[in-house]
């Protein structure tokens, strides 16, 4: 399982684009973190948060695309597929846990019938 605190790091490719892309469009419209949060009526550490490795929630995003008036919806489908990788990943999860404790308990049947 990965650490929780990983200060301005996530190994999440899909998180650090979001964060990169936020960064960008904030630099780009010439706003400051407070300034953006202001707007959006977040605390700049929230908009801190997201382009450091925070994952970003819906509704964060839609709020972006809104306030940078993206058409495209880049921010709430960048958001959404992070939230089915973070599906996808915790299915996987428990699925090798499964097959461990399996493979455990195999094992342990094993070694009580070779004694």
Known sequence: MMPQDQGDFTPDPLIRA???LLRRYR???????RQLAEALGCS?????KM?????????SA????TFFKIPEKTFQTLAEEIERA???????LAFSGTQNSRLDRRR???SKHSR
Do not use: H, N
Request: charge should be neutral; hydrophobic fraction near 35%.
């Open 18 to 20: 979001f964060g990169a």
């Open 27 to 33: 630099e780009a419209a010439g706003l400051s973190r």
């Open 44 to 48: 700049y550490q929230w908009i801190e």
């Open 51 to 59: 382009e450091t490795g925070k994952k970003p929630s819906i509704d």
């Open 62 to 65: 839609i709020d972006l695309d």
């Open 86 to 92: 973070g599906k996808r990943f915790s299915l996987r």
């Open 108 to 110: 342990s049947a094993s």
